[in-house]
């Protein structure tokens, strides 16, 4: 009889425990579900793709400065890079530079700046992780035993048009990562160190805002610029790999005048003014840095800038 209620006992308490597999699992805001405009893609198939780079992006805090590394020595966030950079590119709508070197965002601006090649990124973006942190937690019962492995981190992100310098956007994401395994009555997963709890939570975070990123970056209008003149028709910067194909049509805008704010010290550019009309022709180039494209004049005049030879103060954007 005693043997009995031991037996019955014994399976009463097993029955009882709760005990999970091992797991990872990711958990962002709500925030972070895919915007109405993304949502759209499959109907809009046919769009003008912009030119992104990602700066840098830095690990502020104390924990995994031994891996955030990159070859340089530069104690950045490699795998956020990588993370958020393939995000991007996975929509098919941006053109994603190596820009990994450059620091500082006057290095971009400089080659914006190039007469020769404007070919530089739209928009390039620059962040940091400002909190990273993992712990472990046990659930112990009379006969199981429940540990988790939890991370959590919080990322930082900055997007700054590159043709004026300027942040327009900032914004921060959280996520959390975490596995469990457990043992009943010494029976079940034992875990070690699930070091892809790093790599999810990184995930997680950049999930949590690359939603309005992604949207303050095709809310600013399609823009590329005019190179130089050949017998009558224009050579405007971009081709294949932005989707400008033959019979692609865009405004050219004059530049507005530039302004300087007297609270903040910085000089704003007014709206342009439209100058005229041109059509795509064809296009030619491996790369989307040298790709061009050549395009005849529709309407307006342009005798003015073909005479100086000096296009610097024309821009393009898609037609409505």
């Known amino acids: 009889m005693?043997?009995?209620?031991?037996?019955?006992?014994?399976?009463?308490f097993t029955g009882c425990a709760t005990v999970k597999d091992s797991s990872?699992?990711?958990?962002?805001n709500n925030n972070s579900a895919v915007s109405k405009t993304l949502q759209q893609e499959v109907i809009n198939k046919k769009y003008l793709k912009r030119k992104v780079a990602i700066g840098r992006f830095t690990n502020e805090?104390?924990?995994g400065q031994s891996f955030f590394v990159?070859?340089?020595?530069?104690?950045?966030?490699?795998?956020?890079m990588d993370i958020l950079s393939a995000k991007l590119f996975d929509t098919e709508r941006f053109i994603m530079l190596e820009r990994a070197d450059?620091?500082?965002?006057?290095?971009?601006?400089?080659?914006?700046?190039?007469?020769?090649?404007?070919?530089?990124?739209?928009f390039l973006i620059v962040g940091s992780i400002s909190e990273f942190?993992?712990?472990?937690?046990?659930?112990?019962g009379v006969f199981s035993r429940v540990k988790k492995q939890e991370a959590n981190a919080t990322v930082h992100i900055r997007l700054i048009d590159v043709s004026s310098g300027q942040i327009i956007y900032s914004e921060s994401g959280k996520g959390v990562a975490f596995s469990e395994a457990g043992t009943v009555m010494g029976v079940g997963d034992k875990v070690g160190y699930?070091?892809?709890?790093?790599?999810?939570?990184?995930?997680a975070a950049i999930t949590d805002l690359a939603s309005n990123v992604i949207e303050n970056m095709l809310d600013k209008p399609w823009r590329s610029y005019v190179l130089s003149e050949d017998e009558g028709n224009l050579i405007i910067s971009g081709g294949k790999s932005q989707n400008i194909s033959q019979g692609s049509k865009f405004t050219v805008y004059k530049s507005g005048k530039k302004v300087k704010n007297p609270q903040t010290g910085m000089?704003?550019?007014?709206?342009?003014?439209?100058?005229?009309?041109?059509?795509?022709?064809?296009?030619?180039?491996?790369?989307?840095?040298?790709?061009?494209?050549?395009a005849e004049v529709v309407s307006g005049d342009f005798s003015e800038y073909v005479t100086s030879g000096d296009f610097t103060s024309l821009y393009i954007q898609e037609s409505k």
């Open 24 to 28: 990872v699992s990711n958990t962002e």
């Open 133 to 140: 942190g993992r712990k472990n937690t046990s659930n112990v």
């Open 61 to 63: 805090t104390k924990y």
């Open 267 to 294: 000089y704003i550019t007014l709206p342009g003014k439209s100058i005229g009309d041109i059509e795509v022709l064809m296009s030619m180039g491996d790369t989307p840095q040298s790709e061009v494209s050549i």
């Open 70 to 80: 990159d070859k340089n020595n530069d104690r950045i966030g490699k795998q956020a």
């Open 2 to 12: 005693n043997k009995l209620l031991i037996i019955s006992s014994v399976l009463l």
């Open 194 to 203: 699930d070091s892809s709890l790093n790599d999810k939570v990184l995930d």
């Open 102 to 122: 450059l620091a500082q965002i006057e290095k971009e601006l400089s080659m914006g700046e190039t007469s020769s090649m404007k070919n530089a990124a739209d």
